[in-house]
């Protein structure tokens, strides 16, 4: 897996973010919304399930810094009023780590929303891209449509996931 340092939203469009864009206002494949995930604290989850609330799914890799950064810049931002409104934030491991590994990462990163675990096939039908640098997000909107996808890290791409989930959650 690739770490990013930062990629910016508002830059001219790569082809990853090209072909990111042509994704936002859809649904996401119906095989894909029907995906179970499961948390390593057993909760369960699927797009198709969640469908109501706003969804982000925020992929990362435990050996990332930029992923660390990335996650401690989205604990920070969201209220509990913000989930009492709809917000479900699922983050997804992507890097074949061990629970026990996982879950001490949960405990030192003071993450406060379920964690899951996926397979490399699993990212690749999610992101629809072979490109799985971490980390990378994506926000549903409560119809399950796609709102945005980022790839990297950086106060542009926080500013613009923070200002999509709150307009979102209005």
Do not use: W
């Not at 090209?18 to 859809?26: I, L, W, Y």
């Not at 479900?88 to 964690?115: C, H, L, W």
């Not at 980390?135 to 119809?143: A, E, K, N, S, V």
């Amino acid at each position: 897996m690739i770490c990013l340092v930062m990629v910016s939203v508002f830059t001219p469009l790569t082809p990853f973010q090209t072909e990111a864009v042509t994704k936002v206002g859809k649904l996401p494949k119906e095989t894909v919304a029907q995906i179970k995930l499961t948390s390593v604290d057993g909760q369960q989850f699927s797009l198709a399930g969640l469908r109501g609330k706003v969804v982000v799914m925020d992929f990362f890799g435990i050996h990332c810094a930029h992923s660390r950064d990335h996650i401690r810049d989205t604990m920070t931002q969201f209220s509990d009023n913000d989930f009492k409104r709809g917000l479900q934030i699922i983050g997804i491991e992507s890097e074949d780590a061990t629970v026990q590994r996982v879950r001490q990462f949960i405990q030192d990163e003071k993450i406060n929303y379920p964690i899951v675990q996926i397979d490399e096939p699993t990212f690749i039908q999610y992101v629809e891209s072979k490109d799985l640098s971490a980390p990378q997000t994506l926000i549903f909107g409560r119809d399950g449509k796609l709102l945005l996808h980022t790839l990297g890290h950086g106060a542009k791409i926080q500013t613009a996931i923070r200002e999509t989930i709150q307009k979102a959650l209005n």
